[in-house]
């Protein structure tokens, strides 16, 4: 299992563009083959940085599911909206792989 981060720079502006295309996203993404963690937008500090991240298997599945997103009616439609609204400045996605787990369950102090 790998995992996706895709670190978007957003227009400060356009925050509630976002929020609806990561709620879109929260739709398309698991119907479409991925483990969709969660999409996060600006809340304190910087008003530009926004993340999406979600699992994957193996990036030969991420290839398949690319395709089938891409395929989607939600999933080309969010991505109309992106480019037409343009509240995306930049995106760029990296691969990681949890080599911390198993953990520990979590104490309360």
């Not at 479409?32 to 699992?55: K, M, Q």
Request: charged share 25%; aromatic share 14%; net charge positive.
């Amino acid at each position: 299992m790998i995992t996706c981060f895709i670190r978007y720079q957003i227009d400060p502006f356009k925050k509630e563009a976002f929020a609806e295309y990561a709620r879109n996203w929260g739709q398309a993404i698991p119907r479409n083959g991925a483990d969709l963690i969660g999409y996060f937008a600006p809340h304190e500090g910087s008003a530009t940085t926004a993340y999406g991240v979600y699992n994957i298997e193996s990036l030969a599945a991420y290839e398949a599911y690319r395709a089938r997103l891409a395929a989607d009616p939600l999933g080309r439609e969010n991505y109309e909206f992106s480019r037409r609204e343009r509240f995306i400045l930049k995106e760029d996605r990296i691969f990681l792989k949890n080599v911390s787990a198993p953990h520990a369950k979590l104490v309360l102090p």
